[in-house]
């Protein structure tokens, strides 16, 4: 950030992205179709699992897919336990970054117990690679149930915790209230979605407005703001992991303890590993799918999911192989982050602190 400074109050700021930048899209379009998810768990890299299924969605979409319900359950609950694990990071470092210590500590440990849950299913702590096209890499583990409610009811208590201790200190919540104020209409001219934009009083959540996966099935409240400042994108985040929790704990009850979590389809579902070891048609699909990559129709389409940032979006153009033709990414921090500098100007340098916390810019998903 180039600053223009009369003391210590900003006259003037240039809000520079762009340092982190991997070409990211040109990657995806060198590998097969099924080799994009290691790279969607580099975008925001503290929520992966919402984005393996945002890209997942998207070649459904391209593909006619319809996975089974199972699996939507099942994804449904990995990206709230994702969205848990992005909101937690943020509020924390947001409380740390200011001085409040202990509270990001609390975080962290509610932080550390989703991590936890989602190395039991998934097998790593934060870079899943779990998501597949037509499905999941494998069924849930027979204690998921169980361990999720577990979870939630850990994490709202941390929550309730650390909310105490923050929002009781006086100097936190000066730091925070009437600091960074954006309006709803000018957080829309930029562009902006997700905790972001409904702490500005903007009620648009993609999981309301138009749903997917089974959103519209389940009850769960859209927390919004009143004055657009750096206190409500801290509250609305607050607000949107106890609403998380109360996904988690409706959808643990609609998914069935058996069948499958990916599409019966040769054409894009890796053959199970003891019939690759032991027919001859197991190994020649398995074969195909590794080296060729499944064949995706030609077309082009966009699909929107609601990240831990806002509304991301994959662009996918496909000519007919098993090779992306181009893929173009909407990060939801991209436009927050551009709009960093009209926030911070006429403020103060030590507001920068609180104001980008609040924004969660993730290097990953901003420069990709």
């Known amino acids: 950030i180039v600053l223009e400074l009369d003391g210590e109050n900003i006259q003037k700021a240039d809000v520079q992205i ?11 379009e060198r590998g097969t179709w099924a080799q994009v998810f290691p790279y969607t768990d ?41 969205r ?18 202990t509270p990001f500590l609390y975080y962290c440990k509610g932080r550390e117990m989703v991590w936890d849950l989602l190395e039991e299913e998934t097998g790593a ?4 690679s779990f998501g597949r096209v037509g499905g999941m890499a494998k069924q849930p583990t027979p204690a998921f149930k169980e361990l999720c409610k577990a979870v939630c009811e850990q994490v709202l208590s941390i929550v309730a915790e650390g909310e105490t201790m923050l929002l009781g200190n006086r100097i936190f919540v000066d730091r925070l209230e009437n600091v960074g104020v954006i309006s709803g209409a000018d957080a829309l001219a930029l562009g902006w979605t997700g905790p972001c934009l409904r702490a ?21 409240d859209v927390p919004v703001g009143k004055n657009g400042d750096t206190l409500d994108r801290f509250l609305v985040r607050l607000g949107e992991i106890r609403q998380s929790c109360r996904i988690i704990l409706q959808s643990i009850e609609r998914l069935a303890d058996s069948g499958p979590v990916s599409v019966d389809d040769p054409r ?18 398995h074969f195909k799918l590794v080296m060729e990559g499944i064949k ?23 000519d007919g192989t098993g090779t992306p033709h181009r893929v173009r990414i909407r990060p939801p921090c991209f436009p927050i982050v551009a709009g960093l500098g009209q926030i911070i100007t006429k403020g103060m340098i030590s507001d920068i602190v609180p104001i980008f916390g609040s924004m969660n810019m993730i290097g990953g998903e901003c420069d990709h």
Request: aromatic share 12%; with cysteine; glycine share 10%.
């Open 42 to 82: 580099r975008l925001n890299y503290v929520s992966p699992m919402l984005n393996n299924v945002g890209y997942a969605l998207a070649v459904e979409k391209l593909c006619g897919i319809a996975v089974p319900e199972r699996c939507e359950w099942y994804r449904m609950i990995l990206g709230e336990l994702a």
């Open 268 to 285: 894009f579902v890796m053959p199970e590993k003891e019939d690759v070891y032991n027919t001859i048609e197991g190994t020649i699909a």
């Open 18 to 28: 762009g340092y982190l930048h991997r070409g990211f899209e040109k990657m995806c």
């Open 200 to 220: 500005s009083g903007v009620a648009y959540d993609v999981r309301k407005a138009h749903p997917y996966l089974r959103y519209d099935e389940v009850e769960f």
């Open 296 to 318: 995706v129709p030609k077309g082009e389409v966009y699909s929107y999911t609601e990240g831990g940032n806002g509304e991301l979006g994959f662009y996918l153009v496909s």
């Open 125 to 128: 702590r934060m870079t899943h």
């Open 84 to 101: 848990i694990s992005d909101h937690l990071t943020c509020t924390g470092a947001m409380a740390m970054e200011l001085g409040a210590f």
